[in-house]
């Protein structure tokens, strides 16, 4: 039997999901997704967990989907159903009725950012480091813009969106991807110790109802805008653009459009 892609053990009153893939930077592999789909239905059917701390291993946090799984049909099937794939994962984060804390001290890119926004809370360590690059391939945030535009303010999405250019965790607490940026990795696991301690002191129905009301307007935007989304996520990848990007990118080149100017 393989190794799991999701370790999951209980500490005092926290699960703890460690995303466990780092030859692939701990893409969202279908079985990724499944198992870290699993993990939070155990956390949540434990009557003594109290919340959920969501880490990884390697120097990735998580660096999006899984770009060399295909399955049966055309390609914009197999782009909608991935986009749809994200879109469950996500929002079974947001509605967990467990607060979930994210814990980062690697780099965090495309749908591994959708994960830091569907986090209640979350802690970054130096190593961190985070971009949208989708707009440089070709394509677009739209599956994850339903997690990450609550949170980030407007002038920052307005510029991360659009530039592609990396940042660190510091600049992430500043714009309020993130909780707190920590200076160094004991400062991680400190902040994390305190968080936890907090958390435990909650009741079930206090956390889980408290919750809700940060979570309210997200879930209605999941439900109003996700399809249409997928939609658009499926279209972007299927365009001669969008090859032209991802090709540049595994090439390590510079796409058409990024040519200088006659």
Not at 153 to 159: D, F, I, K, L
Not at 170 to 186: F, R
Not at 225 to 231: F, N, P, T, W
């Amino acid at each position: 039997m393989s190794d799991p892609l999701v370790e999951y053990r209980v500490e005092g009153r926290a699960a703890r999901l460690t995303l466990n893939s780092p030859h692939n930077r701990n893409a969202l592999s279908t079985r990724l997704v499944a198992e870290l789909h699993q993990g939070l239905r155990d956390a949540v059917a434990d009557p003594d967990v109290r919340l959920v701390v969501l880490s990884h291993t390697g120097g990735t946090f998580c660096a999006g989907a899984d770009l060399s799984e295909a399955s049966g049909g055309s390609p914009e099937e197999m782009a909608s159903a991935r986009a749809l794939e994200m879109a469950g994962l996500l929002r079974a984060l947001v509605a967990c009725p467990l607060p979930v804390i994210g814990v980062i001290d690697g780099h965090v890119r495309a749908g591994g950012m959708g994960l830091v926004g569907a986090c209640d809370l979350v802690l970054a360590g130096p190593r961190s480091t985070f971009a949208l690059t989708e707009a440089r391939i070709g394509v677009a945030p739209a599956i994850i813009s339903l997690t990450l535009l609550p949170k980030m303010t407007a002038r920052s999405a307005g510029r991360y969106f659009l530039t592609g250019e990396t940042f660190t965790a510091a600049t992430a607490q500043e714009i309020g991807l993130i909780t707190l940026a920590a200076e160094t990795g004991e400062d991680l696991d400190s902040a994390l110790i305190d968080l936890v301690a907090d958390l435990s002191k909650g009741s079930p129905q206090g956390l889980a109802e408290s919750k809700k009301l940060t979570t309210a307007a997200i879930l209605a935007s999941f439900d109003r805008d996700a399809e249409a989304l997928a939609a658009t996520s499926a279209r972007l990848f299927t365009t001669a653009e969008a090859h032209e990007g991802m090709l540049a990118f595994l090439q390590k080149r510079p796409p058409s459009w990024a040519a200088p100017a006659d």
